[in-house]
């Protein structure tokens, strides 16, 4: 009798258990897993090329996890037509707002000039510059060397101090192979003050680029150089110095003054000396 009474039990036990595992189970099954959600971003829809202008056929819509969203990316395909590209993009690369030029700036040299900078073009001797080992995004020292109204003697002065290079001629962007650019005119991105300095110093005398380390942001002292401290030899101004007279000779005297007589004659007849 008990064990029939065990066995009822148990299996009234194993007949619940699997009643709320399959109630279990069914619940798991029919909960919908959710989707994850996509935003829709601009994205080159081939190669392109450093300062070509987007078009309808460059680019493409391409679906981004909402999740991670990218910072800077662009979700309307007429906000990037017409911009230029600043950079080369892959296909299927996400286009972001910092990548291309800002809108209706146009294209060329304008719109690499971020605001409130001015682009300056100075012409260097290639003999005695860098200007054929420059590339756009050198950084370069400004030297003028001029003849100044105090002294004929040439000086050399600081102009610039690391100058960032826009375009070495008409290259505005690096050759890939990392070919310099056989030119003397080079354009600088400069502020309106160290535009102005730049222009006055090239009406005064010859320019040199000199080139410099990009990680390099050292400053040097910007007062000029003249020939005298080049040679370490200062000017004689000095006064030309009076020659003493020569030395009588060794045992003879100084000849003597003569004395002058007077003679004073009066009216009574007499003479007086």
Request: net charge negative.
């Amino acid at each position: 009798m008990n064990s029939k009474r065990i066995v009822v039990a148990l299996s009234l036990a194993l007949a619940v258990s699997a009643a709320c595992t399959w109630m279990v189970a069914r619940r798991l099954t029919a909960a919908p897993v959710p989707k994850p959600r996509n935003m829709m971003y601009v994205a080159a829809s081939r190669a392109v090329q450093a300062g070509e202008v987007l078009q309808g056929d460059s680019t493409d819509m391409v679906a981004w996890p909402e999740s991670v969203p990218i910072e800077g990316a662009i979700a309307q395909a007429s906000a990037v037509d017409g911009r230029e590209a600043l950079f080369p993009l892959a296909k299927g690369q996400p286009i972001l707002d910092s990548d291309l030029s800002a809108a209706g700036a146009g294209v060329g040299l304008a719109n690499k000039i971020p605001n409130g900078m001015r682009a300056v073009a100075l012409r260097s001797d290639e003999v005695v510059g860098v200007a054929g080992f420059l590339l756009p995004g050198s950084h370069l020292d400004v030297l003028v060397t001029y003849h100044s109204g105090a002294s004929s003697d040439a000086e050399t002065a600081i102009v610039l101090q690391d100058a960032v290079v826009l375009a070495a001629g008409h290259q505005v962007e690096p050759d890939p192979r990392g070919k310099t650019a056989d030119a003397t005119v080079v354009t600088l991105l400069l502020t309106p003050e160290q535009a102005v300095r730049a222009v006055l110093a090239s009406t005064q005398g010859a320019i040199h680029f000199v080139l410099r380390n990009g990680g390099d942001s050292s400053r040097s002292p910007e007062s000029p150089l003249d020939l005298s401290q080049l040679t370490g030899h200062a000017p004689n101004h000095a006064a030309p110095v009076e020659q003493a007279p020569a030395p009588h000779p060794a045992g003879l005297a100084a000849a003597a003054p003569k004395s002058h007589e007077i003679e004073t004659v009066l009216g009574g007849g007499g003479v007086g000396q």
